[in-house]
């Protein structure tokens, strides 16, 4: 079965400080698929990036960058020079070939970014 | 751009009553999913949805709850007799395939509150 593990439950930072979020993850599979989803205060989900377990290359985007590592089955993400509409909680999920359809989350990692 | 939406945004209801949770999903997409996501804890799969049938579902998902698709646009998930413990936000989500790699969308969440 697979398990997704976000250790960090509350992270604070003050504005423009860089912060990562750690995602660890199990899965039998050997293909299988990590995604990033943010929270904002008003409560929807919004879908930030998706990475397949062939592709281990890093991905930037913008002021958001993404590590994954499949020796450490981690798959964290850093956000550099925070600002305060950072503020959310982020989440990591997995689905894999198994459970194709649904997507397995962590806890999720409360990020405040302060002024 | 396109998005799922959900109405209500927010229904209480009493312990013991039907309630009906709507969803209009990506209008391409083909895939369905309810989630659902306790106060403060993760976010939990619940079932998905293709052609007319439950392709997936979780043990959360159990006789108390149902999901349709009752035209061509609505999703619906019924909660038949309310407990304290549905009170949660729901989340509809939709993608244009079943396949892992595909990014589910989801839509702005209904707050259920038991009473």
């Known amino acids: 079965a697979q398990k997704v593990t976000q250790a960090q439950t509350e992270i604070s930072v003050v504005e423009k400080e860089d912060v990562t979020l750690d995602c660890v993850y199990e899965?039998?599979?050997?293909?299988?698929?990590l995604f990033w989803y943010k929270q904002p205060p008003s409560g929807e989900l919004v879908f930030l990036i998706r990475r397949n377990s062939f592709d281990e290359q890093n991905e930037i985007s913008g002021r958001y960058s993404w590590n994954f590592q499949k020796s450490t089955s981690s798959f964290n993400f850093t956000i550099t020079a925070s600002q305060v509409v950072d503020s959310a909680v982020y989440f990591c999920a997995l689905r894999d070939s198994g459970s194709a359809r649904q997507l397995t989350f962590g806890s999720g990692t409360q990020l405040t970014v302060l002024p | 751009e396109p998005e799922v939406t959900q109405t209500p945004s927010h229904q209480v209801t009493q312990m013991g009553q039907e309630v009906i949770l709507r969803c209009v999903p990506i209008?391409?997409?083909?895939?369905f999913y309810w989630y659902r996501q306790i106060l403060g804890q993760k976010v939990e799969f619940l079932v998905s949805?293709?052609?007319?049938?439950?392709?997936?579902k979780s043990e959360i998902f159990d006789d108390q709850f149902s999901v349709e698709r009752p035209d061509g646009s609505n999703f619906t998930l019924k909660i038949r007799s309310t407990k304290l413990e549905d009170s949660a936000m729901y989340f509809c989500?939709?993608?244009?395939?079943?396949?892992?790699?595909?990014?589910?969308?989801f839509g702005p969440g209904t707050r259920l509150t038991v009473t």
């Open positions: 949805f293709y052609n007319n049938e439950i392709s997936e």
């Open positions: 209008s391409n997409h083909l895939y």
């Open positions: 899965t039998r599979d050997t293909t299988y698929y």
């Open positions: 989500a939709s993608s244009k395939h079943g396949t892992a790699q595909v990014e589910q969308y």
